[in-house]
């Protein structure tokens, strides 16, 4: 088991104002698994995508990581984690606004001691043309390709994907799913992908529902559909 | 691998060029004009304190009546002295001034020749440089006196007269009226002896340790004299003021610099701590996406201090070549127009490069350092969320709909930006401070000198010069005799005048404060120009005596003796309404008790008009209006320009900080403006919507700045006064400075709006898509 969830507890507010997020939530993913969480608005699958990366803590519960207790990191351990193991894409891209598209996957592969060939991933993105143009200078999908590139290149376990298609159109949507399912496939990360969006749940090899901080249902796709077949 | 963030700075400079310029221009002028004027403060000092040798400055002087002979030369040297002869003429010119013309000195007191030559024929003059500038002179001019025609073919500086005082009782030197100048042996042999003023200089076999042991030996040397030779006049170094002033002087200005550097690192500091500030909000989202991606907080700590490192030390070594060169000059130039200074050579000073360029870039790091620690130890998350405060309102602040809907959309705008309207609050306070010390000065000056006039104790006072040995000789018969033989010589017929006794003690200097001369005025009973009733036990301070120590009724004073161990105190009655100067007021006979003098002792005279039948050998000091103009004019010149680029320094810094300030609060709302453009409204609604506001807090910042800037100003002018001036000035705030202050800062804030109006239209609407929750 590549990562490991026991008895996940999250909740925000205080008094009369608490709203528990995520309620008892356990589940394994093994390596290289596409994993999607899916959920509408506050079921809290966005607060248990940033409890696995580090980037928020739990209230109880373990997180466990090539047998590494997460709970057990300091804030130095968290960053060296993300660092090594894990790559971020978001709803939004985040670039940096003033460097090249180029940079912008550079910012990426500076983080990695075995980085991928940046070349290749350019080429991979169908980003070649653009390599020299500033983040405003593409379309949401370019950048969105840019961002993935971004957290690809320096050959995460563990990429995270929020809503990468939140903020996209359908046709271009596709194209970022197809993107990282190529990505699973060529590179063998684990991709664990957080959308509302139903029909994704069919490219998945595991599939995580949840509702009102629950795990609903999870469950083994038996048979996978390519991000080109989706419709929605 | 290279860290790919480094290739973001130089694009980072161009993309954000105003705000760097901005800080650029504000650390240049800081670091420059500060650096200048200390570095020429340093250097002009150290000039002064190396003239004593390099020109060989006498250790003092005394004039006799005639020639002294061989023989009393010799007397006089056994004393452990080596006597120079220092001869002069004072000539009265045909523009109206005078001139001491001395034979060109070789051995002491030797001449500083600034431009031009030492004169070597017949009718040529070397003058002294500061009344050349002062009277429009240049070399190749001529100067006619005495039907003679002299041509200038030297500006000097006489080592032994850096400030040009006639007599060393005046209160302060006027270098338009009066200037000094060499001509060649062969020229001065031409003056006949009837003209010639039997000046010596001599320097000591063995130097005095300190001035009170120097006190010791000048008097034993003019009793000496006084007993081998006529003696006129004696003036020992240390009490020279045409020497001495301008040492003492040139630290003064030295005080107000530092004040104003204090208030230069306050707001360097404070634009520091915004701009980085600023920078974190609008990158929060770019952060937190490094962060999570694995970047570590020093990663980005170095990445985001580096820009403004590198404008800071690049602004350093501007500013200091600019301290260096163009605001030294300035400022050495200001000095020169005060003082008959030697030439200078520039001196590198750590004192200044410490503290104009060291200590701010110390605080540029610090600052951005905690800054950026603190507001990037936040989660990742919160940073993505952009939410950077820690603290969100949580339910909205209940406004009635009676509001008109815009009012309230303002009302909204306030309370949401409250905190950038407070920063830019404190901004302006500073930028307020900084120009109300500029412009608050010269009015305080010109109102100082109204105060001296207006309030004289008496349209002519003179102090009388007893000569030494009458009043303080050990010898009680000889002394008495003295005294009565005095009395038919110090006398006068004019009918307005009246006696008074004065005398002058000095201040012990508690709690470190400067030592300073206060002068005791012992009045008669029913005097006609101090109106006030004296018993035996009143004490009256003056006004600015008590203002400047915060005297009141009981207060007990001590004073002492100038270099003897003689203390007194004075348990204070009251006060006297008089700001020229630091007094105090007793009835004559319980001053001469005091002092020890006969009752019928006086030593001045209050008088309506000027008295003209007492020889002026007697007459010290002469205190009227020109005398009292003279210090304030005086004071104008040495201050006054000084002030005028403080006030220049100030505008610009009052500018620089309303812009940086401005720009924040719009960068601040970009995405509620783009929000607002998105929804339909037109630029000019949003305009209203978000400049209006920010106008309504700047006005009310400015006028609830000035009550707060009076009270601390007057805080900071009183210790910088005291620090810096013998005697005391009231403290005094022209109101109108206020409404000029105003409307500077209004006009400078509507300038700022019509840019960020422009601003405003070229928000583009995309930015309202980026994620905030």
């Known amino acids: ?232 | 691998m290279k860290n790919p963030l480094k290739k973001r700075l130089l694009r980072e400079l161009v993309g954000d060029i105003s705000k760097y310029i901005v800080i650029f221009i504000l650390l240049v002028l800081s670091i420059g004009f500060v650096s200048g004027f200390l570095v020429a403060g340093e250097s002009m000092i150290i000039a002064y304190d190396e003239s004593f040798e390099k020109y060989s400055i006498e250790d003092g002087n005394f004039r006799t009546e005639d020639k002294l002979t061989e023989s009393q030369k010799n007397r006089i040297e056994n004393k452990g002295v080596t006597i120079y002869e220092n001869f002069y003429v004072e000539k009265g010119l045909d523009n109206n001034t005078k001139l001491r013309i001395y034979a060109n000195r070789e051995e002491i007191d030797r001449v500083c020749v600034m431009e031009g030559r030492l004169p070597e024929e017949l009718l040529e003059i070397g003058i002294d440089r500061m009344y050349a500038d002062n009277n429009g002179l240049r070399i190749g001019d001529t100067l006619i006196s005495d039907g003679k025609s002299y041509t200038i073919v030297g500006l000097v500086a006489l080592s032994d007269y850096s400030a040009l005082f006639y007599s060393n009782n005046d209160m302060m030197f006027d270098s338009s009226a009066f200037g000094v100048a060499v001509v060649s042996k062969s020229q001065f042999e031409e003056y006949g002896d009837s003209e010639i003023h039997y000046n010596y200089s001599w320097i000591y076999d063995n130097k005095p340790a300190d001035d009170i042991e120097e006190k010791e030996i000048s008097d034993e040397l003019m009793e000496y004299i006084a007993d081998k030779a006529s003696l006129e006049n004696f003036i020992p170094g240390y009490l020279n003021q045409s020497i001495t002033f301008t040492g003492e002087d040139l630290g003064k200005d030295k005080a107000m610099m530092q004040v104003l550097l204090y208030i230069i690192i306050a707001i360097v500091a404070f634009v520091f701590g915004i701009t980085i500030n600023n920078t974190i909000h609008k990158e929060a989202c770019v952060i937190g996406t490094l962060r999570a991606s694995g970047y570590t907080i020093h990663e980005l700590i170095r990445h985001y201090m580096a820009m403004p490192l590198i404008v800071t030390i690049i602004a350093a070594i501007i500013g200091n070549i600019l301290g260096y060169t163009v605001f030294k000059n300035t400022c050495v130039a200001m000095y020169y127009g005060s003082y008959s200074l030697p030439t200078y050579v520039t001196v590198w000073s750590a004192d200044a490069f410490l503290k104009t360029t060291i200590i701010p870039m110390l605080i540029m790091l610090v600052i951005t350092y905690f800054i950026l620690r603190k507001k990037l130890s936040l989660s990742p998350l919160k940073l993505i969320k952009r939410d950077l405060s820690g603290k969100r309102q949580k339910t909205a602040i209940p406004l009635s709909k009676g509001i008109r809907f815009f009012d309230r959309f303002r009302i909204r705008i306030l309370i949401q930006n409250k905190s950038s309207y407070i920063i830019l609050f404190v901004g302006l306070l500073f930028a307020n401070m900084l120009l109300f010390f500029g412009m608050m000065l010269p009015p305080l000056l010109v109102h100082y000198q109204g105060i001296v006039t207006d309030t004289m104790l008496a349209k002519h006072t003179y102090l009388l010069q007893i000569p030494a040995g009458t009043i303080d000789s050990d010898n009680e018969l000889s002394a008495a005799f003295s005294y009565t033989f005095l009395k038919s010589k110090i006398n006068t017929n004019n009918t307005t005048a009246e006696k008074f006794t004065a005398v002058s003690l000095k201040t012990i200097g508690e709690h470190g404060a400067r030592i300073e001369d206060v002068t005791l005025y012992g009045i008669r009973d029913n005097s006609r120009f101090i109106n006030a009733d004296f018993d035996d036990k009143t004490v009256l301070v003056s006004s600015a005596y008590a203002d400047k120590y915060g005297l009141k009724k009981g207060d007990v004073v001590t004073l002492k003796e100038p270099y003897e161990d003689k203390y007194y105190g004075f348990k204070v009655t009251g006060t006297y309404d008089y700001d020229g100067g630091i007094a105090i007021f007793m009835s004559k006979k319980h001053l001469n008790e005091i002092m020890g003098f006969d009752e019928e002792f006086f030593s001045g005279f209050f008088s309506d008009t000027e008295i003209t039948d007492i020889d002026e050998k007697y007459i010290g000091t002469v205190v009227d209006e020109e005398s009292l103009t003279r210090v304030s004019r005086q004071l104008m010149i040495s201050m006054g320009s000084m002030m005028y680029m403080v006030d220049g320094f100030s505008v610009i810094l009052f500018i620089v900080l309303i812009y940086l300030l401005s720009k924040l609060i719009i960068e601040r709302n970009v995405q509620s403006i783009s929000m607002a453009k998105i929804l339909g409204y037109s630029r000019m609604e949003i305009a209203k919507l978000y400049i209006v506001p920010t106008a309504i807090v700047v006005v009310a910042s400015l006028l609830i700045s000035y009550p707060i800037l009076a009270n601390v100003m007057v805080a900071i002018f009183r210790a910088m006064l005291k620090q810096m001036m013998s005697g005391w000035m009231v403290i005094w705030l022209d109101p109108s400075v206020y409404v000029k202050m105003f409307l500077m800062g209004v006009i400078t804030y509507v300038i700022v709006a019509v840019l960020e109006y422009r601003k405003i239209g070229r928000i583009p609407m995309s930015e309202a898509l980026k994620n905030v929750e």
Not at chain 1, 125 to 152: D, F, T, V, W
Request: charged residues 25%; glycine residues 8%; hydrophobic residues 35%.
């Open chain 1, 1 to 232: 088991m590549q990562l490991e969830l026991q008895n996940i507890k999250k909740s925000y507010g205080e008094g009369g104002s608490r709203i528990e997020v995520l309620k008892d939530i356990s589940l394994g993913i093994e390596k290289g698994e596409f994993v999607v969480l899916l959920g509408p608005s506050g079921s809290g699958k966005s607060t248990l995508l940033n409890i696995i990366g580090g980037i928020d803590n739990a209230d109880s519960g373990k997180i466990i990581i090539r047998e590494k207790s997460m709970s057990d990191m300091d804030e130095k351990a968290l960053t060296a984690y993300r660092r090594e193991h894990l790559g971020y894409i978001f709803q939004m891209y985040n670039l940096i606004p003033n460097l090249t598209v180029r940079e912008n996957i550079e910012v990426g592969a500076y983080l990695s001691k075995n980085p991928l060939n940046i070349d290749e991933i350019i080429e991979v993105l169908g980003l070649k043309e653009h390599q020299n143009k500033l983040p405003s200078q593409l379309s949401g999908g370019q950048q969105q390709r840019c961002a993935i590139g971004r957290a690809i290149v320096k050959n995460p376990d563990i990429l995270l994907c929020d809503e990468p298609t939140g903020a996209l159109d359908y046709n271009t949507s596709k194209e970022i799913l197809a993107l990282i399912e190529e990505v699973n496939q060529k590179y063998g990360n684990t991709v664990i992908m957080v959308t509302h969006n139903d029909a994704i749940k069919n490219m998945a090899d595991f599939v995580v529902k949840l509702r009102d901080g629950v795990i609903r249902k999870s469950y083994r796709n038996e048979e996978k559909q390519k991000a080109a077949e989706l419709d929605w």
